[in-house]
């Protein structure tokens, strides 16, 4: 019989039973609904509807429960509907009918709630982890790179010059809002649901504030008919756990750019590789390239649940049930993504040479070229013309700038000197970008001194 019964004679069909099953996937949420159903048994004593001994009987049965879940001793019922009813029902079986009433003044509404609200708490500071762990990452390779040159680049064209560690620097100010906005998800979701019940509170004198200081809650959700009714937290988790995942998606593409022979700046660890069923000289930077595919897996999660919850009337909808396979599948694929996008960022190999190589073959200076004829006294607008000219004949000529002869830069104009090639050399064009914030040494000295000091 069903704990539901009463009402109908819960005689489901058999097809009824399985679409309305969630235990195959909510029952990871074991620990989280037992660590509540003992908070809610301490209030239920502490308010004197149930006894002292009737909670300390359920709150031990609980316990037994919960270890022998973990242990892999007591199996879960593929049967039952949901991981609540599961964990209830061993309990009245082991305790009598104490177990019975530990589901005074709760609803499965509002317990589910709080089940994913723990759980999504716990799993979103793990991520926060991983991504502190990335971070360190990151903070080694611009320490050990930080005199490295490579070209900048816009519209996949080489730009200006700039230093290596200043690019890793860039996705590390990236990962550390993803961080800012975990921990705001966090502050804005640590109201605890329970004790709204079903929908409208219960006639019971029961202390929510209690319950949600047992578990570690900021405080209670104000309105009964939201606490059960939202899953706006889920919705931000997943939003905030796309961005994230778009940031490890660029990342990737430029690391998959860059590890192949036309860029030649890196090279995976074969640990972080495969080869080809017919190529033998393949090294495929898959890893990369399931990061940045699995991006598009964590966006369709977030577009679930937006839809599933678009057009739902207030309060409680058997609809919301499929807020957990969305919200759990986006968390395990996060997780797994910075398990190896970590390790595998540590292992690459750097090639500083190829990316000089390449700023100096870019014609990336071009822009301190025209700034030393405005430093000289010329229109930006003329400089910049020049400039123009003069690329396109070391171009014609297979030169770059460093070696075009002095006459022919004079051919353009009487302003240039034989200081023209200090200023242009790529090193000096990447030390004068001094500004806050900037590519020169100086500047990625403290990026790298403020990503340290959060971190």
């Known amino acids: 019989m069903k704990l539901w019964s009463g009402r109908t004679d819960a005689a489901t069909d058999a097809r009824a039973d399985e679409l309305n099953s969630s235990i195959r996937f909510d029952r990871r949420m074991y620990r989280e609904d037992i660590r509540g159903s003992i908070a809610h048994a301490k209030m239920l004593a502490k308010q004197k509807i149930i006894t002292e001994a009737e909670a300390d009987a359920i709150c031990s049965g609980l316990q037994g429960i919960e270890a022998e879940l973990s242990a892999g001793t007591l199996a879960f019922d593929e049967h039952a509907e949901d991981v609540h009813m599961f964990i209830e029902e061993m309990l009245t079986a082991r305790i009598g009918d104490a177990g019975k009433k530990l589901h005074t003044a709760r609803s499965r509404n509002d317990q589910v709630a709080l089940d994913l609200k723990l759980y999504l708490r716990n799993e979103a500071e793990e991520i926060a982890e991983k991504v502190r762990d990335l971070l360190r990452v990151l903070a080694d390779l611009a320490e050990k790179h930080q005199e490295a040159v490579m070209p900048g680049y ?75 009714s939202d899953r706006d937290f889920a919705a931000e988790l997943l939003s905030v756990l796309s961005i994230l995942m778009m940031h490890l998606s660029r990342f990737s593409e430029e690391l998959i750019l860059w590890s192949s022979r036309e860029f030649g700046f890196i090279t995976f660890s074969d640990d972080f590789t495969t080869g080809s069923s017919i190529m033998p000289q393949k090294k495929n930077p898959d890893m990369a390239e399931l990061v940045r595919g699995k991006t598009g897996r ?35 694929t996060v997780k797994l993504c910075l398990s190896v996008f970590t390790p595998m960022l540590a292992s690459m190999n750097v090639f500083p040479e190829k990316m000089l190589k390449a700023a100096q073959e870019g014609f990336i200076n071009a822009t301190d ?32 700038l460093e070696t075009l002869p002095l006459d022919v830069y004079r051919e353009y104009s009487a302003l240039f000197e034989a200081d023209v090639y200090e200023e242009i050399s790529i090193p000096v064009c990447v030390k004068k970008r001094s500004s806050e914030g900037g590519t020169s040494p100086a500047s990625v000295k403290e990026q790298l001194k403020y990503l340290r000091s959060v971190i």
């Open 298 to 332: 964590v966006y369709g999660n977030l577009t679930t649940l937006l839809t599933v919850l678009k057009g739902l009337p207030l309060a409680y909808n058997k609809d919301m049930q499929e807020d957990k396979e969305a919200v759990f599948d986006a968390v395990d």
């Open 154 to 228: 816009t519209h996949l064209q080489r730009a200006q010059p700039i230093l290596f560690s200043h690019q890793l620097l860039a996705y590390a100010m990236m990962l550390l809002r993803d961080l800012s906005r975990l921990r705001d998800w966090r502050k804005r979701m640590n109201e605890s649901p329970i004790g709204a019940c079903a929908l409208a509170g219960t006639t019971y004198d029961t202390d929510r504030a209690f319950e949600a200081q047992e578990l570690g809650f900021d405080g209670v959700m104000k309105n009964s008919i939201d606490a059960v």
């Open 369 to 400: 070229l025209a700034d030393y004829l405005v430093r000289k006294g010329l229109p930006f607008r003329e400089a910049y013309r020049i400039a123009g000219v003069l690329v396109t004949r070391a171009e014609k000529e297979d030169r770059v």
